[in-house]
């Protein structure tokens, strides 16, 4: 097949989703090897080719030719379409909800999840509700075939849009290799980042949904009897309504006289592995995800994992987790990472739990299942 994939994502992954980047970087680092080799890949970038794109002679990578502004709204209705035609693709892959308005040829488009229809209160109208229910709407509509990453996003989907199951199909994200345990040795980076001994650590885009605010509020509570802890926090806020996360944390660590939580914006991605190894919990209460793919990641470094057990993270996560019913009630959350930390019976078998839960997800699965999925339709 020749199959033709929107990978503009990858040019700038910080900007238009860490989350997206991470997917297309899975499933090509798969395509590039034997899996991919019956197949050729026009990969198509709005404005540069990254550098550390795989190497493949099945990958044939351009910037989409244009004639006008750099708008990403002419990039996908305009630009794009039109040269997917010059090309004559069998099969034009969109990894994030949008499908081209004025594309007729055959395309799979992914939807990560709808939490912007079923939890509409999380974003701002103009902003993003009202594109994202339009260009979403347009791509159910039309694609030929839709992915999503896991069962409970598919039956979302499935409920709220009316759409055939035999439409859709719920394949589960990978596990980098990287991912693993390392010799203590090797993982001794906390130091880089103000971290005095242990600590708690959570990476991503901070959502009201993910209780990052309620877990800071927690954290005190059992820090006079835990002191060698900290809670280290990276990701933007895009709290809505606003929670005012750095202002809070200031907050916390005047009263406690000391940098009981740190905060960075960003992590870069080769130190990801090393703090997952040597973080003493990973906290990820969150009440709403698509799959939830960082726990899964933390899990595969051997570091035990906070969660909860509602919507996808019941498939990711499981039972291998020290899990919060209510992340929204401090008490209890407070209580959950008290137990987290001190009782070391349960520690060990969920830290077993969990590297066994993760070795299920992989990116070879992955990019062989999507493949079935595009050579059906053609």
Request: hydrophobic share 40%; glycine share 6%; proline share 6%.
């Amino acid at each position: 097949m020749k199959i033709g994939i929107d990978a503009h994502n990858l040019e700038h992954p910080g900007k238009t989703g860490p989350g997206v980047a991470r997917y297309l970087e899975g499933l090509l680092s798969q395509w590039a090897g034997d899996i991919g080799k019956q197949h050729e890949f026009l990969l198509y970038f709005k404005d540069e080719i990254p550098k550390d794109l795989p190497k493949a002679s099945q990958f044939k990578p351009l910037i989409v030719d244009r004639k006008g502004p750099r708008s990403t709204a002419l990039y996908y209705n305009v630009w794009l379409p039109s040269r997917a035609y010059r090309d004559k693709l069998d099969l034009l892959f969109l990894p994030l909800y949008m499908q081209p308005i004025s594309y007729l040829g055959k395309t799979a488009v992914t939807i990560h999840d709808i939490s912007y229809r079923v939890h509409p209160e999380w974003f701002p109208m103009l902003r993003y509700q009202v594109p994202l229910r339009a260009l979403t709407y347009w791509a159910i509509t039309r694609a030929d075939v839709l992915l999503t990453v896991s069962e409970y996003s598919k039956s979302e989907i499935v409920s709220y849009y009316g759409v055939d199951q035999k439409k859709i199909h719920a394949i589960h994200l990978g596990v980098d290799q990287k991912f693993k345990q390392l010799p203590t040795a090797r993982a001794l980076i906390a130091k880089k980042y103000g971290i005095n001994k242990h600590f708690l650590f959570y990476i991503g885009t901070i959502f009201n949904r993910r209780h990052v605010f309620e877990t800071i509020k927690a954290f005190p509570r059992i820090a006079d009897d835990l002191p060698q802890y900290q809670l280290l926090i990276s990701g933007r806020d895009h709290t809505n309504p606003a929670q005012h996360i750095d202002e809070l944390i200031r907050t916390v660590n005047d009263i406690s006289g000391r940098e009981l939580v740190l905060r960075r914006d960003f992590i870069p991605e080769e130190d990801l592995v090393p703090l997952f190894n040597e973080a003493s919990l990973y906290v990820w209460p969150s009440t709403y995800e698509g799959f939830g793919l960082s726990p899964v990641e933390a899990m595969a470094c051997g570091c035990p994992v906070l969660s909860t057990n509602h919507t996808a993270l019941k498939e990711t996560v499981g039972d291998c987790g020290f899990l919060v019913k209510q992340p929204d009630d401090v008490a209890e959350l407070a209580n959950v990472l008290r137990t987290a930390l001190i009782d070391e019976r349960k520690r060990t078998t969920l830290i077993k739990k969990g590297l066994q839960q993760a070795s299920t997800f992989s990116w070879e699965r992955t990019a062989h299942e999507t493949l079935q999925v595009f050579e059906s339709i053609h």
